[in-house]
């Protein structure tokens, strides 16, 4: 993260950490987010809230020169955010600080997961003063994120989502923190993948790439490696028949598609990339429905499986997890 100081703050301060959300569902769309649930907490000291009152006219007046026109109307347009509030004696780098942008970059990643979103703004932090208005410390630059998934072009938060994050975002942020490779290394796969928009190719080959990862396992033998195995451990877990999108997923002003099944584009997902497959949205693997039209209970409910793994254990007892899970 790119640092930028104004002046220095003495003493113990109320910090922040803020993670610009790129957009709220809107009262014309299929389902408008209902505002009076913020500030909403996420994990104990972590909530998605309104965050104008943190900012005045003046907040980024001193970095006005330093940036450009577009980038300076991004900053100034943030509204709905992440936060993390701590308390905090050190200035700039110091453990907290770290351990809050880990945490919120964590979390924003499992959002992500669950309805991925444009992105403009990205992490803000600094220490609030006495009117509650933050002292901008740093901030990554924003990053003007418009090339995605067309299909998620029209997306923006709803209610059933901040759900979703706060049912899953707890054993997320555990998992990031343990010794769970199998689940980590496919959601920092994704997260490249989505920040990827220069080439679409690149995006595609680390997405295909994060689902290959958390279906399959070196071993000596390979017995659980490759694309062939990858494609009968998912058309067993979420069902050769699933739709890609559950219901509602797709707002109505989208243009209308056909919603193919995951039978229908395992061969093409993990054959080579087709370009049809990027025009159909979304990884299909974060956005489905369990077999016999029954809704997952989380969109991200692939990466929601190795959640009960012990680290570091690896014996085969089952079919297609090469994992022991824990009773």
């Known amino acids: 993260m790119g640092e930028i100081t104004s002046q220095f703050i003495k003493n113990v301060a109320q910090r922040v950490t803020l993670y610009p959300v790129a957009g709220l569902a809107g009262a014309w769309e299929d389902e408008p987010f209902n505002h009076s649930q913020l500030p909403a907490t996420i994990v104990p000291g972590v909530t998605l809230e309104d965050v104008s009152s943190m900012f005045h006219d003046e907040t980024w007046k001193w970095v006005a020169h330093e940036i450009g026109k577009r980038d300076l109307e991004v900053l100034e347009r943030v509204k709905h955010a992440i936060v993390h509030r701590y308390a ?6 110091g453990e907290p600080e770290m351990a809050s942008a880990r945490v919120v970059n964590e979390i924003a990643a499992c959002l992500r997961l669950i ?32 090339e995605i998934p067309e299909i998620q072009k029209g997306f923006a938060l709803r209610d059933r989502d901040l759900g979703e994050l706060q049912s899953v975002a707890p054993q997320f942020v555990t998992a990031m923190a343990g010794d769970y490779w199998k689940f980590r290394m496919p959601v920092s796969l994704y997260e490249a993948g989505h920040f990827q928009d220069r080439e679409w190719k690149a995006r595609f080959s680390l997405w295909t790439s994060a689902i290959e990862a958390i279906f399959t396992s070196q071993t000596r033998d390979r017995e659980h490696s490759g694309s062939f195995v990858a494609k009968a451990r998912i058309k067993w877990f979420l069902g050769e028949t699933t739709k890609i999108y559950t219901p509602g997923d797709v707002p109505s002003f989208m243009p209308a598609q056909d919603e193919p099944t995951i039978g229908e ?17 979304s990884l299909f693997a974060f956005h489905g429905s369990e077999p016999e039209g029954r809704p997952l209970q989380s969109p991200i409910s692939i990466f929601q499986f190795p959640f009960s793994l012990q680290p570091g254990q690896g014996s085969r007892t089952g079919p297609f997890l090469p994992y022991r899970t824990v009773e």
């Open 115 to 146: 309805r991925p979103m444009r992105q403009f703004a990205l992490m803000i932090s600094g220490p609030l003063k006495a009117d509650g208005v933050i002292q901008i410390q740093s901030f990554d630059h924003p990053v003007h994120l418009m």
């Open 88 to 93: 905090s004696s050190q200035y700039g780098t």
């Open 265 to 281: 584009i395992i061969d093409d997902l993990l054959g080579w990339p087709t370009l049809s497959i990027l025009k159909s949205g």
